[in-house]
């Protein structure tokens, strides 16, 4: 999410990535490895930019996409692609993630917006038959009680 906020605070210069993201793991998990999921996840958000985008304007039609802040908008992204984009992903932990760093990064609504967007464009999958298949393996394994706090990933079910 930071090196993203970076890269679009800055006008987008895709080049400059790589910095962002070794400086960003420098600054705040020196001794992390995560085998190449940062990159591979910014560089396939930037690749499908132009549809989250038109996702995100599709699913939040009261908020021009340059009025969204910086934070809420790149959470946006990372969970809209996420939902549309990987298979890797179950669909629920991405929205739970998102809503976690929107409550944490974001304003006092944050968590709210990006709950009501990313519910909204799950429920349509849902609709429209594009369930993923790691999240029909969830289905069949064990069901794990949940105990985030009231804006958890079910809240976009009701």
Do not use: C, H
């Amino acid at each position: 999410m930071q090196t993203l906020y970076q890269w679009d605070f800055n006008g987008k210069p895709t080049p400059k990535v790589p910095g962002f993201i070794a400086s960003n793991l420098q600054d705040f998990a020196p001794d992390f490895d995560d085998k190449g999921f940062i990159s591979e996840l910014i560089s396939n958000v930037i690749v499908n930019l132009d549809r989250i985008d038109e996702i995100i304007v599709k699913y939040a039609p009261d908020w021009p996409i340059e009025q969204i802040t910086n934070v809420d908008r790149n959470i946006l992204r990372i969970g809209i692609y996420e939902l549309k984009f990987s298979d890797v992903i179950p669909s629920r932990v991405a929205i739970n993630e998102a809503i976690e760093l929107a409550k944490t990064f974001g304003g006092e609504s944050s968590g709210r917006f990006v709950n009501g967007v990313l519910g909204a464009v799950y429920k349509d999958i849902l609709a429209a038959g594009e369930e993923k298949k790691v999240d029909k393996a969830e289905k069949t394994s064990p069901k794990v009680e949940d105990q985030g706090d009231a804006e958890s990933s079910d809240d976009f079910l009701k």
